[in-house]
C-alpha cells in the first residue's frame, strides 16, 4: 500500500466529501496512529478521499486512514441482504483449494513437470552432506516427493511432511511403500495449525502459484517460518523473482482478435470491443511465449527474499520497469514469469535456480501473458517504462488484481511520443 496523503496539509476542500457510509470487507489493522483498525463489516463514515487509495475515515468514533480497497460503499436497506459476501464465511476457499489438491489431477501434472521436480531433487542431493541430522518441514508436501527425495538421497533425522488435503492418507503410504517411515513423519493439518514437538533447521515448500503469487500458499509459508524455523534456519526457496518483458503475441492476437475481421468472407469488426473486454482484460495463464517474441532485455520487476518478507508486504507489492526495445515490433502486451533460488546449506555452496522463464526449460506454469487492449508498434530505441502493482484481493484471499501502468517514449517521433497507459488486469 502507499503512503496514505499527509491530511495535515491537504487543502480544506481537497477530497472531501459530506460523510459516506461504507462497509469494511475484510479486516484491516493499521500501522502507525493515523491509520484505523476495523474488522470485516464494520460500518466507516467516510469523511474526505484525499487519494484514491487512502480515505480519512471514522469507526466507533475514532478518525484515522482506512484503505480504500477494503470499502465498499453501504447497500441501500433493500440490497442489505446481500450484505453477508462482503464478509464471506470462506475467504481462502479452503473447501475448494483444498479439496483440488485430494485429488490426483494436481498432483500429476507437478511431478510430471521435470524441470520442477528435479530442481528441488538437485536442491536436496547438492546439500546431502549438510542435510545430515538436520530438521526438516515440507510444507504442503502433497504426495511428498521432497520429503522422499530428502529420506533417498540425505540422512535427515526427521522429515516433518505436512499436508492439509486428503492426500495425505496416500502420502502415508507412500512413505511406507518406499521404507521411509523411520525418517518422515506425515502431518495432515494446515501449516498454520500444525503442532510439531521441536523447531525445523529447514523449511522447503513448493509454494509458487501463477505470476509467482496466485494462491498465495506464500502466505502459510510466512506463518509456519515465523512459527517453526529456527533462528538461523534455511527457506528453500531463499528468494523469488518476479520477471516481466513486453511482447508480441500474434499468433494469440490473431487467434482473438483479427479473427473477426473477415469471417468466411463477412465482416464481423463489431465484435472487436468484446472480444477486447472478454479475452484482453484478464491474465492469459499458461502462454508459451517465444525468447524470439521478447521486444526487449527481460527485467525483474520484483524480489523477495523468504527470510525478511512479512504477510502485510503481500497486501501490495510494486515494482518498477524500464525497458530499451531491441527489437522493432508490435508490441502486444508483457509476459511474466518467476525464478526461485535455493541457498546452499554450506556457506559458499552453490546455490540452485529454478526458472520458469522462456530461455529456461518449459515448466507447468508456462508463462502469463497480458494483452493491451490495441497492439503498438514499436522501433528499436524506443523505452517502455513504468510499474507492476499486485494488489491482494482484500476479500478473496487467493486471489489478486494485476496493475500495469507504463509510457512509451518513441526514439523516431521528433516530440516526445509519451502515451500515458494504464492496464488494470483482475485475476478470476
Ligand atoms: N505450488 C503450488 N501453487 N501448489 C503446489 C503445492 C500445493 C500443496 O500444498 C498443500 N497446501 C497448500 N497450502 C497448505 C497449507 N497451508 N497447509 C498444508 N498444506 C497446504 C496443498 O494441499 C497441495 O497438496
Known amino acids: ?5 499527509d491530511m495535515q496539509t491537504e487543502t480544506e476542500d481537497e477530497g472531501d466529501v459530506s460523510p459516506e ?6 479486516d484491516f489493522t493499521g500501522a502507525g496512529s493515523d491509520q484505523l483498525t476495523f474488522s470485516c463489516g464494520d460500518r466507516l463514515l467516510v469523511h474526505a478521499k484525499p487519494s484514491s487509495e487512502w480515505w480519512w475515515a471514522e469507526v466507533r468514533e475514532v478518525i ?11 447497500a441501500t436497506d433493500e440490497e442489505e441482504e446481500g450484505e453477508d459476501d462482503a464478509c464471506p464465511d470462506d475467504p481462502w476457499q479452503d473447501e475448494e483449494y483444498f479439496g483440488s489438491y485430494g485429488t490426483l489431477r494436481l498432483h500429476l501434472e507437478m511431478l510430471s513437470d521435470k524441470s520442477r521436480t528435479e530442481a528441488y531433487r538437485q536442491v536436496i542431493l547438492s546439500n546431502s552432506a549438510s542435510l545430515r541430522n538436520k530438521v526438516v518441514m515440507d510444507l504442503g508436501c502433497g504426495t511428498g516427493i521432497i520429503s522422499l527425495f530428502c529420506a533417498q538421497l540425505a540422512e535427515p533425522s526427521l522429515v516433518y511432511a505436512v499436508e492439509a488435503s486428503s492426500m495425505a492418507d496416500y502420502t502415508r503410504q507412500l512413505v511406507k511403500q518406499n521404507g521411509c517411515e523411520e525418517v518422515v513423519t506425515v502431518l495432515q493439518a494446515r501449516a498454520e495449525e500444525v503442532e510439531l514437538p521441536e523447531q525445523v533447521d529447514v523449511l522447503v515448500s513448493e509454494w509458487m502459484g501463477n505470476c509467482l503469487l496466485f494462491e498465495f500458499m506464500v502466505e502459510s509459508v510466512l506463518q509456519a517460518r515465523d512459527c517453526w524455523l529456527r533462528e538461523g534456519g534455511v527457506m528453500w526457496p531463499s528468494s523469488a523473482a518476479l520477471t516481466l518483458v513486453p511482447c508480441q503475441a500474434h499468433s494469440y492476437y490473431e487467434e482473438k482478435m ?8 463477412l465482416d464481423f469488426t463489431p465484435l472487436q470491443p468484446l472480444a477486447q473486454q472478454e479475452f484482453f ?11 524470439a517474441d521478447c521486444l526487449a532485455t527481460p527485467s525483474d520487476v520484483i524480489l523477495l527474499d523468504m527470510y525478511t518478507l512479512q504477510v502485510k508486504d503481500l497486501e501490495e507489492i510494486k515494482g518498477q520497469f524500464h525497458f530499451c526495445v531491441d527489437k522493432p515490433g508490435s508490441f502486444h502486451g508483457f509476459t511474466a514469469w518467476f525464478t526461485v533460488h535455493f541457498d546452499s546449506l554450506e556457506t559458499g555452496g552453490a546455490t540452485v535456480e529454478l526458472n520458469t522463464g522462456p530461455h ?25 517504462s513504468g510499474t507492476i502493482a499486485l494488489h491482494r484481493n482484500p476479500i478473496w484471499r487467493r486471489h489478486m488484481t494485476v496493475s500495469l501502468d507504463w509510457n512509451i517514449h518513441s526514439s523516431t517521433e521528433a516530440t516526445e511520443n509519451c502515451k500515458a497507459n494504464t492496464l488494470t488486469l483482475h485475476y478470476a
Do not use: N
Not at 64 to 74: F, H, N
Not at 360 to 384: N, R, Y
Open 64 to 74: 484515522g486512514y482506512a484503505p480504500a480497497s477494503y470499502l465498499r460503499e453501504r
Open 281 to 291: 482484460t484478464k491474465p492469459k495463464f499458461s502462454h508459451l511465449i517465444e525468447p
Open 360 to 384: 529456461a526449460e518449459p515448466t507447468h506454469w508456462k508463462q502469463t501473458l497480458f494483452m493491451l487492449d490495441k497492439p503498438v508498434s514499436v522501433c528499436v530505441g524506443d523505452s517502455i
Open 21 to 26: 457510509e461504507y462497509v469494511a470487507l475484510s
Open 1 to 5: 500500500m502507499s503512503k496514505q496523503p
Open 258 to 265: 483479427a479473427f473477426w475481421e473477415r469471417p468466411y468472407g
